[in-house]
């Protein structure tokens, strides 16, 4: 014990190992935890997730919204299949955007204020994702990951206008991306460099001492152009040089089963809802292996194709076509496609909160900031917008309140996800969506 | 020296029309919170049912120009695989959106079916058939196909416009919702990017019966929303000087009602997206002053059918696939209810009777300052 107490968790074991250099990492243990296991024992945090998780078209209105505020509210009727897992879910109503006068896209101004706070996404801005990627996703295998249900390779994860990260649609290609040859299993008993990581890296080097000559030839547009291609190599680099380092033991990592079948690619609702099932597991258990620490998840696009099998007709078609039922008081076939959304919901949070971490689970240490892209869908409005938030990023954010800010910018929840995640920002978005109001209330 | 008394008269004159006129002793301003077309609730006022989906109006239409069964197939099923954000490779989106924009057929050659609506034959929507719209009689005719208005029960009312979208299933109001048609979609995600209207009624006291005059402006401004996204109230605007957008009317207050006592023109300028201007001809207008402020009425007139018809074309591809509205349809039927201004070589009017319902809250105009004028 005396011998650890001077190590901490960054500590790695440098030699030689097959002729070649490597450094070893040393794993998660005990002693690097505070008595009670939910932090490191210097009191830093553990390691807090980000993810984003999107389905289109929202909820009906007046059937989502707790009708209690704070603490301990009760699950409204369209909420109530996630009832389990009430105490590890904010819930924001009320919260809307603003337009200022700029011509509203329906669907698509929606997401862009919640991912980048600007009504039109202005060309230089990164998504909350990658902004939180910037802060804590240097040091894991994929700075982040993104994944779309609904068979495109849809994401609303930028580095820029420019610069987009798409999603894998296939859960068969995330799995053999994340758990394929390259993987190293923090759990195995003996550790190699994989060769073909070794050459990647050993070519990229060399690049590099090209680079510099390159750089002082071209001009100022070309460098900028260049700089942004060498930043992504770079990152590249890192990448492979942490996959030449052993991984700490992860307790909770283990390799999901390869042998799942995927439904077809495409915008049959069961079959994404399938597909979902398999990324939730597959999410899972990236996230627990340490491969990543931001993930980005779309069920269904903005203006949602989803569709019964036979139909042709969309969910968004149907928000359009379909009157509202005197005696219910919501459009019914509307509200099924937006019960598919919270049954995946329900399904996603098994998965995390299945995965026990010390004494909490894996959704515990992830802070999982799910939004949509309409208020009413059949008006496509983008007041009230239903936005929640899962987990408490290691216990960072208060969890189980049902807070009702209405007529606020939903930037106050993308800049308390920021501030929760530990990044040191203080307002967020640009003209009407701009806020220096975090849920100060949530953060702990 | 002395004038003379006809030169003095003259130079009088010129002065008092000179001179700032009288404000009206009471004047009430409000800023348009709603517009949307007239749209009636009624269950049945579609005897033959909703005109069909998407997915049935493109196999028909498709079949109507002579396109194989075989083929019919291969484009709607590539287009059920390739809705936006499908699992349809960009090519076969593309293909199969463009197969069906194209529908139409001149000269056995493929047509955009939105820019050259005549190239799909006419599939003959299915249209109103009710008692019950409203609007204004505007062409002083009973005819068995004019309408009654719901409210006033004036007969006659002519509103082809309703009777030509009614049967579409988005464009139809619910009980439950009666504010949730196509014309509300594109209010509630236009407004926050269109200039203010402004309604303003000017009389000598608006607490009693009496003569008024009632303007329809555009302001500089936009209308900005509260918190609960509703069009703010007591803001102040600077009405716009240019003539166009300048709607005037003499009327009568009676019983907390006003109603223009003859029809004159409407225009006003809305967005490019869905109508770029209106410009109703022998436009007639009501409104209801309500006990908390606000203001309620509708206006109607005989628009030219193919700026509404723009609203649809404008859309395209997105508003069949996306919103399930059969455009070429649409366009014979309004071309086919346009009942005015025939056009003098064609014989075929250029114009359709239609009502629109609009609200609003209270509101204050200032006008603009020269310099403001000039700068523009």
């Keep these: 014990m005396s011998a650890m107490r001077f190590t901490s968790r960054r500590t790695v074991l440098r030699g030689m190992m097959g002729g070649t250099a490597v450094t070893v990492g040393l794993p998660l243990l005990d002693c690097f935890l505070n008595a009670n296991g939910n932090a490191l024992a210097s009191g830093k945090p553990l390691p807090a997730v980000f993810g984003t998780w999107f389905g289109g078209l929202g909820f009906s209105q007046g059937f989502w919204e707790p009708k209690t505020t704070g603490a301990n509210y009760t699950m409204a009727q369209q909420l109530v299949p996630l009832e389990p897992f009430r105490k590890k ?68 994860s930028r580095r820029s206008a420019t610069v987009r990260n798409p999603a894998e649609p296939s859960p068969i290609a995330f799995y053999a991306r994340v758990f394929g040859a390259d993987f190293a299993d923090p759990n195995a008993a003996d550790f190699k460099p994989s060769p073909q990581i070794m050459l990647r890296k050993s070519v990229l080097s060399s690049v590099a001492e090209q680079r510099q000559r390159f750089m002082q030839d071209v001009g100022v547009a070309d460098k900028a152009r260049l700089d942004e291609y060498f930043t992504s190599l770079r990152e590249l680099e890192n990448q492979l040089q942490l996959q030449m380092q052993k991984p700490a033991p992860l307790e909770a990592c283990s390799v999901p089963n390869k042998n799942e079948k995927e439904a077809p690619l495409g915008s049959v609702v069961d079959d994404a809802m399938e597909n979902h099932r ?46 509202t039922d005197a005696v219910l008081g919501y459009q019914p076939k509307t509200y099924w496609f937006q019960q598919q959304t919270v049954e995946a919901l329900r399904v996603f949070l098994m998965a995390f909160d299945g995965i026990k971490e010390g004494p909490g689970t894996l959704l515990d ?74 849920f100060s209330e949530l953060l702990v | 020296m002395a004038m003379k008394p006809p030169v003095r008269s003259a130079l009088l004159l010129a002065l008092a029309a000179l001179a700032p006129q009288p404000a009206a002793a009471e004047t009430r301003s409000f800023v348009v919170s709603w517009f949307t077309a007239a749209a009636y609730l009624e269950e049945n006022n579609c005897p033959h049912g909703l005109n069909p989906d998407a997915e049935a109006f493109f196999r028909r239409d498709l079949a109507a120009v002579g ?28 293909a199969a959106a463009n197969a069906l924009t194209f529908r139409g057929r001149i000269d056995g050659k493929p047509a955009h079916a939105y820019a050259f609506p005549g190239s799909v034959p006419d599939a003959h929507i299915k249209t109103i058939e009710s008692k019950w719209a409203y609007g204004f009689d505007l062409d002083g005719k009973t005819g068995a196909a004019s309408f009654e208005d719901p409210d006033t029960h004036e007969k006659g009312v002519d509103n082809e416009y309703f009777r030509a979208i009614g049967c579409h299933g988005p464009e139809r109001p619910s009980a439950a919702d009666p504010n949730s048609t196509m014309w509300a979609y594109a209010w509630h995600n236009l407004r926050q990017s269109l200039p203010a209207w402004i309604v303003t009624v000017e ?33 102040t605007f600077r009405i716009d000087p240019d003539p166009r957008w300048h709607n005037e009317y003499k009327a009568t207050l009676k019983s907390g009602q006003i109603t223009t006592d003859t029809p004159g023109g409407f225009r006003m300028l809305y967005d490019s997206y869905w109508v770029p201007e209106f410009d109703l001809r022998r436009a007639r207008m009501r409104l209801t002053l309500n006990p908390d402020g606000t203001v309620v009425g509708i206006v109607g007139g005989y628009e030219n059918w193919r700026s509404l018809y723009f609203a649809y074309a404008s859309f395209g591809i997105n508003a069949e696939d996306q919103a399930g509205l059969d455009v070429p349809g649409t366009y014979y039927a309004l071309k086919r209810l346009a009942d005015a ?36």
């Design chain 2, 67 to 94: 396109e194989s069964q075989e083929q019919i197939d291969a484009i709607l099923d590539a287009r059920a695989g390739a809705v936006v954000g499908g699992s349809g490779t960009p090519a076969a989106a593309a």
């Design chain 1, 278 to 323: 398999l990324f939730a597991a597959l999410l899972a258990h990236t996230v627990a292996c340490g491969q990543t620490r931001v993930f980005n998840l779309m069920l269904s696009s903005a203006q949602s194709n989803f569709r019964e099998t036979g139909s042709a007709d969309t969910f968004h078609v149907v928000t359009h076509e379909e009157g």
């Design chain 1, 89 to 156: 879910i904010n819930v924001f109503s009320g919260l809307k955007l603003y337009s200022d006068g700029k011509p509203i896209q329906p669907h698509a101004t929606g997401p862009a204020v919640c991912y980048t706070g600007d009504v039109e996404s202005a060309p230089h801005l990164a998504s909350l994702d990658s902004l939180i990627a910037d802060a804590v996703g240097q040091d894991t295998r994929f700075r982040s990951l993104e994944v779309a249900c609904h068979g495109a390779p849809d994401s609303f």
């Design chain 2, 203 to 235: 009389g000598a006291d608006l607490s009693k019966d009496g003569p008024v005059v009632v303007k329809f402006e555009k302001a500089m401004e936009f209308a900005p929303l509260d918190v609960n996204s509703h069009t703010m109230a007591d803001k």
């Design chain 2, 341 to 376: 201004d025939p056009d003098p070589v064609t014989g075929e009017n250029t114009r359709i009777s239609a009502a629109f319902r609009f609200e609003g809250v209270p509101a204050f105009t200032v006008p603009l300052r020269t310099s403001q004028v000039r700068d523009r």
């Design chain 1, 365 to 438: 240490r992830c802070l999982i900031f799910n939004s949509t892209d309409t208020g009413y869908a059949k008006l496509h409005a983008i007041d009230n917008i239903p936005l929640m938030t899962f987990g408490s990023a290691a216990g960072r954010l208060k969890t189980g309140y049902h807070i009702a800010a209405t007529g606020d910018s939903v930037t106050r929840v993308g800049l308390t996800c920021q501030q929760a995640m530990g990044m040191q920002v203080g307002r967020w978005g640009s003209g009407g969506n701009q806020t220096n109001k975090p």
